[in-house]
């Protein structure tokens, strides 16, 4: 009697066994499918999965200087770093979010602040050709506040293999467009002034038609270099330089030639005449029988101003999730 139910037991269970074993089976098929066509969650490590589109907080801390008319390094001079001068060096700080697309493209936008700084009396003691920027005697400084769209492009994640890894330390380049914020002022009696109003170069003046008044909000190019380091699955660090092409020559307030201190009184208000009177030619501290010469070179109208930053980014990643919770 027992035998015999346990043959019909045996017997009923059997389809129901076969039914699973199948199930299970296609379950497996499609679940390799889907892993084949859709790889859109794969092992970080042991602990973690990882995703396609993993999301970063970034906030960033480095310095910044500037590329302009003044200041600059003894001798000659030139382009980007032959006349880039350190002791012109301020504090940067930004803060930032974007996106990383499987290790190897990403977009952030960036929120950053900081301070450029320029002055001729670097060159005291230079004899060369430069010697007349000292003599020039001017100087600026102007806060920077800048929104910036960066792309960033990880060539060593190109080659890793499918769902795999990228390497902890990755070098990667960043190219994008901003927009910034600026406001050049000089001191005069320990006291800084806004020179854009003051038209120092004859903006907005009928005697220069070619010289209109120039907007203190301006385009930049952001092009750069950075080392990425990843800490752990929540955090990484970068490196970046990134040189800002900008949209103008007044950066600093100084671009063309000098123009006769006569017409700042047809211009402009009797305060603001004395003010750009005394600050668009500075050479009489020098040289007390100085005569301002209208048409003399002031600045270099060939290149518009640069500025760039060195920074070190601190990274908070969203996006990956736990294996076991």
Known sequence: MISQDIRILSVAIKPCWLMNTKLITLATCCLAIVNVVFPQSYFYNDRYYDKDLLYEINLSLGAMNCLTDLGGRKGRGGGFLKDLNPQHTRLTAGIGAGFVYRYTAGLRIDLNTGTLYANDNVLEKDASEARYRYMRNLHFRTGIFELLAVAELFPMSLARPSGGRSPRLSPYLSAGVGVFWFNPEASLNGIWVRLQPLRTEGQGFEEYPDRKPYS?????????LGLKYELSA????????????TTTDYLDDVSKTYVHHDLFRKYLNESDARLAETLHDRRGAFNPQHTATPGAIRGGRKKNDAYFSAVFKMSFVIGRERRFR
């Open 216 to 224: 203190l909000t301006q385009m930049n190019f952001p092009v750069g």
């Open 234 to 245: 929540f955090f990484n660090m970068k490196l970046e330089i990134l040189h800002r092409i």
